[in-house]
């Protein structure tokens, strides 16, 4: 089993069962200087997910496993960063 990026979490964002929505935190969910990376959305098909990042002008993507999903956002954020404006 792979982990999650360090610093990298999730949290739920239903109350449904199971859960369908998560939001995908830089840091610890609602914690000073954290960063929501984007949401995930969990499709009909086992460990698929759709991943809708919170960069503008950046696409959603259906990714199979959370943990690949969650590296994605991760490297679209720090791609952003790295981008002086």
Do not use: C, N
Not at 51 to 71: H, L
């Amino acid at each position: 089993m792979r982990f999650a990026p360090a610093k990298v979490h999730r949290e739920r964002a239903d109350t449904e069962r199971p859960a369908l929505w998560y939001v995908i935190w830089l840091g610890e969910p609602h914690a000073d200087g954290s960063i929501v990376l984007g949401r995930a959305k969990r499709l009909r098909r086992h460990r698929e997910f759709r991943f809708f990042p919170e960069q503008p002008g950046t696409a959603s993507e259906d990714i199979v496993g959370f943990t690949d999903g969650m590296e994605w956002l991760l490297k679209l954020y720090r791609d952003a960063a790295a981008v002086p404006d």
